[in-house]
């Protein structure tokens, strides 16, 4: 293995490339701001006993794609490959739940799965997520749509549709199991063999499997919406109001399952066409057992995650990613020896003043110095030619207009207005 390789589906986010993250950082801090969710940091690695029991013992997750590793105090210890559990964790420690319901969150950071990497599809990945913890309210559900919603029309992405079921709580899913195991008993034979150990324990993972062979089974299977309780129906009819009544459109998808146990009630996913395979930008759902689950009093909840990584690629698909890459306000042009110290000071003096300021570093001649600040897109270059600063002067050049004009360097306070001034 080289050295110079990083670990397959890993990404580098190198300058050029950083701006676009950071941007989309900002515009989601600025969508969170609007809907009053509060930024939460969690560790990146936590017990795996969390993940077990949170995420389910029987999710692919769970069984192939988790960073797990024993710690030097032989504590099982995983790389977290998703953020709701860490926070519903973090929640319930930190007490977060004693104050005005509901605890509205979010949170932003990597991820961690062990998948086979493609386009889209990486071992470490970036999500944003929102949760809301402590009410059923049915609008939350809707917020927790309409946040990431907001995020995506923020950046200008177009093109994506909000996918849209419910599945019921343990108790309507009691019925629903039943009918599961009994539709795809007498296919056992051709199912895959994950799915056939996962038949009596947990049918209904069965219907997330992806092998061809299950695929075309599972189109036969019956609907989850069919077995719904009359509460989770209500409900369900609630969140389909709201969505309506705030003309956000969605599209039904009775077959919609998710890779997570934690569910109840409302899933959604949304899906971008301009991405192959791996097309999900982001996707949610209710999970009112999960607090109780973690060793919380019961607490409804509600949220969602965006994949930014894939966001960030299909706003490249449509030509969105476009951020105005500003130069330094000042280059400044040195002669080396004694101007190269006094320009190190006024750079020293402006930097503290909050200005990008650049000097040469590679005793460049004066030309050079002129072309780095012209690829540097500098607003002004402040040149420290040696017959100025005899009479402690110099140079500042504006690259917008090409004006020049002295300046004393007694009075460095003016020099940074001017220089401030160059790029606006
Ligand atoms: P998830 O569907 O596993 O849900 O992930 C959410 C999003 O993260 C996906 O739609 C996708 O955009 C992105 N994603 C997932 N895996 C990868 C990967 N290997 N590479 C790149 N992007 C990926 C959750 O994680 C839940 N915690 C969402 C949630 C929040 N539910 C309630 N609250």
């Known amino acids: 293995m080289a050295l110079t390789s990083r670990p397959r589906g890993t990404n580098d986010i190198i300058p050029g490339e ?25 560790p990146i690695f936590e017990h795996t006993e969390l993940f077990q029991r949170g995420i389910g013992d029987a999710t692919d ?55 086979r990497p493609q386009a889209g599809r990486y071992r470490q990945f970036v999500q944003f997520g929102c949760e809301a913890l402590g009410s059923s309210d049915p609008l939350l559900d809707v917020e927790a749509i309409a946040l990431p919603l907001e995020i995506y029309r923020a950046c200008g992405l177009s093109g ?16 629903y199991r039943e009918k ?75 077959r919609l399952v998710r890779g997570f146990d934690y569910y109840t009630r409302t ?11 791996q097309n999900a930008i982001g996707a949610g759902g209710r999970y009112d057992g999960l607090v109780e689950e973690v060793g919380g009093k019961p607490t409804p909840a509600v949220g969602y995650a965006v994949g930014v990584d894939r966001l960030l690629l299909a706003l490249k698909g449509q030509n ?21 110290i006094k320009a190190a000071q006024t750079a020293h003096f402006l930097r503290s003043q909050g200005l990008w300021v650049e000097l040469d570093h590679m005793d460049r001649s004066v030309k050079a110095q002129m072309k ?43 020099l940074s207005k001017i220089v401030g001034a160059c790029g606006k």
């Open 18 to 42: 950083i701006e676009f993250w950071l941007d989309l950082e900002e515009k989601i801090r600025t969508v969170c701001r609007a809907y009053g969710y509060k930024e939460i940091r969690t």
């Open 61 to 115: 997750i769970v069984e192939k794609e988790m960073y797990t590793f024993l710690d030097r105090g032989e504590r099982s210890i995983t790389l977290r490959p998703e953020g709701t559990a860490p926070l519903v964790r973090a929640y319930i420690e930190n007490n977060l739940g004693s104050g005005t319901l509901p605890v509205k969150l979010f949170y932003y950071g990597p991820m961690f799965r062990y998948e």
């Open 160 to 175: 994506f549709q909000v996918q849209l079921n419910s599945i019921g709580c343990p108790e309507c899913r009691g019925a």
């Open 180 to 254: 599961l195991v009994e539709y795809f008993t007498p296919h056992t034979d051709q199912l895959c063999k994950s799915c056939q150990s996962r038949l009596q324990r947990n049918p209904m993972r069965l219907l997330d499997c992806k092998a061809e062979g299950c695929q075309r089974i599972i189109e036969g299977a019956p609907v989850i919406t069919q077995y719904l309780c009359a509460d989770c129906q209500d409900h369900f009819s609630g969140v389909r109001t709201y969505l309506d009544e705030l003309l956000i459109p969605y599209e039904l998808n009775p």
């Open 267 to 277: 899933v959604f996913e949304v899906v971008s066409s301009e991405l192959g395979s």
């Open 320 to 340: 969105k990613l476009e951020v105005n890459l500003e130069g330094p306000s000042a280059y400044l042009v040195h002669f080396g020896g004694a101007t190269k």
């Open 372 to 414: 780095a600040a012209n690829r540097l897109k500098s607003c002004c270059v402040i040149v420290f030619g040696q017959d100025e600063l005899a009479k402690n002067q110099v140079v500042v050049r504006n690259m917008q207009d090409g004006r020049e004009q002295e300046v004393v360097l007694d009075d460095l306070g003016q």
